[in-house]
């Protein structure tokens, strides 16, 4: 009876988590200027990573591929946080013209 | 001193990190010793251990702090995106911060990008000039909320 409850929580997350990255996808449609579209990329992006990583966890064969998932999530965050920086910065840049590599 | 102590944290994370890639596989533990120990020398060349440490108490609450307001953000931008009206008032802030220079400023600022209604776009000095979702919600609060949170860290 709780694995099914347990594999009916995981779905949900998992579900949930792809709508989130669907719903970021959507903000490129909708949204209308880059520094607006990279808001909803990175928040929804992070919040979907964040629901399947939570729906997988429980599946994983040990606690060494559970930090592998865990470890996954984080560096994504990282690196989304310091894509968006980067971008947000040479955009800025180049609305003062110069070409956005200064520090 | 503090450089063997900075090494020894260092392989040690590293190690955990290996220990995660290779999913707990004994016969790479060898190569990953190895290779933690090397990585961890090298890195302090180029990454010379730093004061203060965060403080792990600290580290722990941001965190928390972080995980709560990330999810708020991704289900505020979600929201906004949903709705027929496309809800937005997009606008510059530059905020001052009093935090040190170097880890906490670049921490807040990545940080910040992930948290509700906030990008951070150029950080001069103390200076961090952020992009807001909305300039009508009280951005100026939540970003000193977060910098509270991350001052809390680094307190030495």
């Excluded at chain 1, 989304?80 to 040479?90: C, D, Q, Y």
Aim: glycine share 10%; hydrophobic share 55%; proline share 6%.
């Amino acid at each position: 009876m709780s694995d099914t409850l347990l594999l009916v929580l995981q779905a949900l997350l998992l579900v949930t988590g792809c709508l989130f990255f669907a719903v970021g996808t959507l903000g490129l449609f909708r949204l209308p200027d880059t520094l607006t579209r990279i808001h909803a990329l990175t928040k929804a992006d992070n919040l979907g990573l964040g629901l399947i990583v939570m729906g997988l966890l429980p599946a994983v064969a040990g606690p060494a591929t559970a930090a592998k998932i865990l470890l996954i999530w984080l560096v994504a965050l990282a690196a989304s946080a310091t894509a968006a920086h980067l971008v947000g910065r040479a955009l800025r840049a180049m609305e003062d013209g110069d070409d956005g590599s200064g520090p | 001193m503090a450089y063997a102590g900075s090494a020894a944290v260092r392989t040690a994370l590293l190690l955990v990190v290996w220990w995660a890639l290779t999913e707990g596989d004994p016969g790479a533990a060898g190569f990953g010793l190895g290779a933690a120990v090397l990585v961890a020398l090298v890195s302090l060349r180029f990454f010379p251990p730093a004061a203060p440490h965060p403080r792990l108490a600290a580290t722990l609450a941001f965190a928390g702090y972080f995980l709560l307001r990330s999810m708020v953000a991704g289900v505020d931008v979600a929201r906004r995106l949903l709705s027929p009206r496309l809800p937005l008032r997009p606008g510059y802030l530059t905020y001052t911060t009093a935090l040190a220079e170097g880890r906490p400023r670049w921490l807040l600022a990545n940080a910040l990008s992930l948290l509700p209604g906030t990008l951070s776009v150029t950080l001069r000095g103390d200076e961090l000039e952020l992009h807001c979702l909305d300039t009508s919600l009280p951005v100026h609060e939540d970003v000193a909320r977060a910098e509270h949170w991350i001052a809390r860290m680094f307190a030495g």
